[in-house]
């Protein structure tokens, strides 16, 4: 026995509809809820699976690093006498290559614990750093008798240390350097190096080194001309940070992406006095552009030419862009059995709603479930295909006609297929959806078009004027 009365008027049925859509809103929200932490759970656990690899990576430098004495004076009181004094302390001018050129290899794999994948790396990196003084050194204030060149320090940046595989080879003017672990008080490693050979020339460095990372790879160029090229297998990359490549290209075999980037860009001297080398930035790892799409950058990491190494199918944006047209889809469906009431004279209870709209709620939970097991585009078919199946069986039995219910199984059906090419077409997903909004309006207009929303059953209809 239906719960509806048939004593309400047709006015009375839309609101009760949409008090039941409003009781709905509910555990929709509730999966936005459950979407949050099954991704809070996600990043957790990628993040327990790269421990120990190495995290996101930035490399910088080198920079060469040489202490300069400062001779300063002040004048005190000795009881009725001013007596000046002088004294010397140390203070360090870091210099920045001429010239930095270097080239990098990343090496993608993926590393998964049960349902969860990490994307790693391994990574070689190979340059040569050009030192000499500017022709205007003298301008900064320091002369070179100041210069204790033979204690100078030869810097590396690396974010994260600890993916550093074995030893890094470093030499200068052909001589291999001994390194030690940090300096500057940053992430890296250094060297001591006899820097002589600036008073009359230039120094030439060459190093090579491997790393691990996870997912971004960053450099920070700080030379008065950078040239980095980086090449990689993955066929992914997302360019990000403060500089993009001048020229890329991206395919099914990977990627190969050339930056250059000059100190005028980067708004900063070769020398620096008083200083020691800049931290390394940490690299930004936020992303959902894909292909080699630039986005705008961070400011954490906007002095950074960075790559992304992005999964091709995020999951849980996917599973949450879905559920934001939940309300479309009670919508739409509630809309079809109000009209099967109100036209069709089928009367449907309060009670029907719920379920149906419970069965509406329940394919975003079944879709997030299965796409973190199967992906998304199988749960995608096997939620919807479970969830229009059900309702459908159920309006059977609710309208009495298998007819109308084929009805209600083939619009939600469309709404599910209409939904999926939503979600591939980002850039029309506004334009779609308006349309078929227009489309179901002038619909639901054209058919209640004669309908008198507060008449009570067996009321007369207003004569047409």
């Known amino acids: 026995m239906s719960l509806v009365s048939t004593e309400r008027s047709p006015g009375a049925k839309l609101g009760l509809a949409l008090f039941i859509g409003f009781l709905l ?47 300063t004076s002040e004048t005190v009181m000795e009881g009725t006498q001013q007596v000046t004094r002088s004294r010397q302390s140390w203070q360090e001018l870091t210099l920045s290559p001429e010239l930095s050129n270097l080239e990098t290899e990343m090496r993608p794999e993926r590393r998964t614990r049960s349902i969860y994948e990490v994307v790693v790396y391994e990574a070689t990196t190979r ?107 993955w ?98 469906t509630f809309l079809a059995f109000l009209l099967f009431d109100i036209i069709g004279g089928v009367r449907v209870s309060p009670v029907e709603y719920l379920l149906v709209g419970a069965g509406l709620v329940l394919f975003f939970v079944l879709l997030l479930a299965f796409a973190e097991v199967i992906g998304f585009t199988p749960a995608y078919i096997v939620a919807s295909a479970a969830i229009a199946g059900l309702n459908t069986a159920y309006s059977a039995a609710v309208l009495r006609s298998w007819r109308r219910a084929g009805f209600i199984g083939a619009l939600l059906v469309g709404l599910y297929a209409l939904l999926y090419i939503l979600l591939s077409l980002e850039d029309l997903s506004l334009v779609i959806g308006s349309l078929m909004l227009f489309v179901a309006l002038a619909t639901v207009m054209y058919l209640t078009r004669n309908i008198n929303w507060g008449a009570r059953p067996g009321e007369a209809e207003p004569a047409a004027a």
Do not use: C
């Open 235 to 332: 066929p992914h990359p997302s360019f990000q940070g403060g500089f993009l490549p001048v020229e890329r290209q991206i395919g099914p075999e990977g990627f190969v992406a050339t930056y250059r980037v000059g100190n005028l860009a980067l708004g900063s001297s070769l020398v620096n006095i008083g200083g020691a080398a800049a931290t390394v930035p940490a690299p930004n790892t936020a992303t959902d552009r894909y292909q080699g799409e630039a986005e705008a950058p961070a400011p954490q990491g906007g002095g950074l030419a960075q790559v992304n190494l992005v999964q091709p199918v995020d999951l849980y944006s996917r599973v949450d862009r879905s559920a934001k047209y939940g309300f479309l889809f009670i919508g739409f």
């Open 127 to 233: 340059g040569q750093a050009r030192f000499a003084f500017p022709q205007d050194i003298s301008r900064f204030g320091v002369a070179p008798a100041d210069m204790d060149l033979s204690r100078a320090e030869l810097r590396f940046g690396l974010s994260d240390p600890r993916g550093l595989v074995g030893n890094p080879r470093v030499s200068a003017g052909g001589r291999a350097l001994r390194l030690q672990p940090g300096g500057g008080g940053g992430p890296g490693f250094f060297a001591w190096v006899d820097a002589a050979a600036l008073a009359g020339g230039a120094i030439l460095i060459d190093y090579a080194f491997d790393f691990r990372g996870n997912q971004a790879l960053g450099l920070a160029p700080q030379a008065g001309e950078t040239h980095w090229r980086l090449t990689s297998p």
């Open 25 to 71: 809103s509910f555990p929709l929200f509730a999966v936005w809820l459950l979407l949050d932490d099954r991704q809070q759970q996600s990043e957790f656990a990628q993040a327990s699976i790269a421990e120990g690899w190495g995290g996101p990576q930035t490399l910088s430098g080198p920079l060469l690093v040489i202490p300069y004495r400062v001779t």
